[in-house]
C-alpha cells in the first residue's frame, strides 16, 4: 500500500530525457531503472513510474512525525518536476484534488494512513500468535489419540513451524 500521486498528458512526451534530468536535480542519489515505454526513478522512500503520457509517485505507508513530512515534501518536489517540465496535470486521489502546494495536508493524511497500515499489521502479530497456539493445542490431542512414534513427528513438524510463525509474527518492522 502507498500514498500515490498521479499524473497525465493528453499527448505522449517524444523525449523523457530532460524529464529525467530534472528529477534527478532534486535528487542526484535517486535510482533509475529503464522501462520498456518509461523509466522508474526514486529512492526506498519516493518512487516515481514515468511514461510518455502518464505518471505514478508511490510513497509507501510506513512514514511518521518529521519523516512523513519530508518524505511528502520529495514527493511533492518530483510531482512539481512532472508538472512543469514534464506537462503532466497531477492528482492526488487520496486527497481528492489537484497536486499542489499543501504539503501539510498532504504528510497528515500519510501519517494517519502509516498508523493505521501498522495498527493492521499488530492485528496481524496476534491472529498469528493465535493461530500458532490453536495448532499446539490441536497437535497435543494428535499426540494423544496417536501412536507414540507418529506424534513425535508431528509434534516436530508442528513445533517447527510454529515456532517459526511465532517468531515472524513477533519480529517488528524496523
Known amino acids: 500500500?502507498?500514498?500515490?500521486?498521479?499524473?497525465?498528458?493528453?499527448?505522449?512526451?517524444?523525449?523523457?530525457?530532460?524529464?529525467?534530468?530534472?528529477?534527478?536535480?532534486?535528487?542526484?542519489?535517486?535510482?533509475?531503472?529503464e522501462l520498456d515505454d518509461g523509466f522508474e526513478f526514486g529512492t526506498d522512500e519516493v518512487q516515481v513510474l514515468v511514461g510518455r503520457d502518464n505518471v505514478a509517485i508511490h510513497v509507501p505507508y510506513h512514514f511518521s512525525g518529521d519523516d512523513a513530512d519530508a518524505v511528502m515534501d520529495r514527493a511533492l518536489q518530483y510531482a512539481h518536476v512532472l508538472r512543469t517540465v514534464g506537462g503532466f496535470r497531477m492528482w492526488d486521489p487520496q486527497l481528492d484534488e489537484p497536486v499542489g502546494a499543501d504539503a501539510p495536508r498532504a504528510a497528515e493524511k500519510l501519517r494517519a494512513t502509516s498508523g493505521f497500515v501498522e495498527d493492521l499489521d499488530d492485528r496481524r502479530r496476534v491472529r498469528t500468535l493465535a493461530a500458532v497456539v490453536l495448532a499446539l493445542a490441536?497437535?497435543?490431542?494428535?499426540?494423544?489419540?496417536?501412536?507414540?512414534?507418529?506424534?513425535?513427528?508431528?509434534?516436530?513438524?508442528?513445533?517447527?513451524?510454529?515456532?517459526?510463525?511465532?517468531?515472524?509474527?513477533?519480529?517488528?518492522r524496523s
Open 138 to 172: 490441536a497437535l497435543a490431542v494428535l499426540a494423544y489419540f496417536f501412536s507414540r512414534q507418529l506424534a513425535s513427528v508431528l509434534l516436530g513438524v508442528l513445533l517447527f513451524a510454529g515456532f517459526r510463525a511465532l517468531r515472524a509474527a513477533t519480529r517488528r
Open 1 to 33: 500500500m502507498s500514498y500515490d500521486l498521479l499524473g497525465e498528458r493528453d499527448t505522449p512526451l517524444e523525449d523523457l530525457e530532460p524529464l529525467a534530468d530534472a528529477l534527478l536535480a532534486v535528487d542526484p542519489q535517486a535510482g533509475r531503472f
